[in-house]
């Protein structure tokens, strides 16, 4: 028997050396004088765009750098792309983001700044609509084919990088530390 994968949503994985303890000290001042905005954290602090403070200018051009290589090598993407989003997310104990995508982009992610044990997974959703085949009751091992969602760590330092269409939630902060990421999207 041939098995062939037929569709298939890959994330990428980047260990950024970056100064975190510098961008974490710019996320906690500069929400003192921006008061945010809500979209998908109903709890938590979300920054408005920071495309042009000079404090996220390596990140971004990290960001830029793996997003391209991304799109040029999982998605075959000839066009140039450029960086259009960039905003960081604060959330402290029970804290979370709702589940959503990101339109009018191609590439989105996500970029940990602080990431204290349980402080909550990224959970992204099959964009299959696999509940209404499978019953994940019937499962005996979950896998790429069979599973509902998938989940990966917050871990500070690591960049995370996916296909703007498909729907992520991050999990409540059952931590009593705070969750710093940065969130961004590519068009």
């Not at 991050?170 to 999207?185: M, Q, Y």
Request: aromatic letters at 12%.
């Amino acid at each position: 028997m041939i098995i062939r994968d037929l569709f298939k949503t890959s994330v990428a994985q980047v260990n950024l050396n970056i100064d975190l303890k510098k961008l974490e000290s710019f996320c906690l001042n500069h929400m003192k004088k921006d008061k945010g905005r809500h979209r998908s954290n109903p709890t938590g602090y979300q920054s408005n765009d920071l495309l042009l403070f000079k404090e996220t200018k390596e990140l971004q051009e990290n960001i830029q750098q793996y997003s391209k290589i991304y799109l040029k090598d999982v998605l075959k993407q000839k066009e140039e792309v450029e960086l259009v989003d960039l905003w960081f997310n604060l959330n402290k104990n029970k804290d979370y983001n709702m589940s959503h995508c990101h339109p009018k982009s191609k590439v989105s992610g996500c970029f940990y700044v602080s990431a204290p044990k349980d402080c909550g997974n990224i959970v992204f959703t099959n964009p299959s609509p696999i509940d209404n085949f499978l019953s994940q009751d019937d499962n005996y091992e979950y896998n790429h084919h069979n599973s509902r969602t998938w989940f990966l760590p917050a871990l500070a330092g690591c960049l995370y990088i996916f296909p703007s269409w498909i729907f992520h939630h991050v999990e409540p902060n059952l931590s009593k530390k705070t969750r710093i990421s940065f969130a961004f999207n590519i068009k």
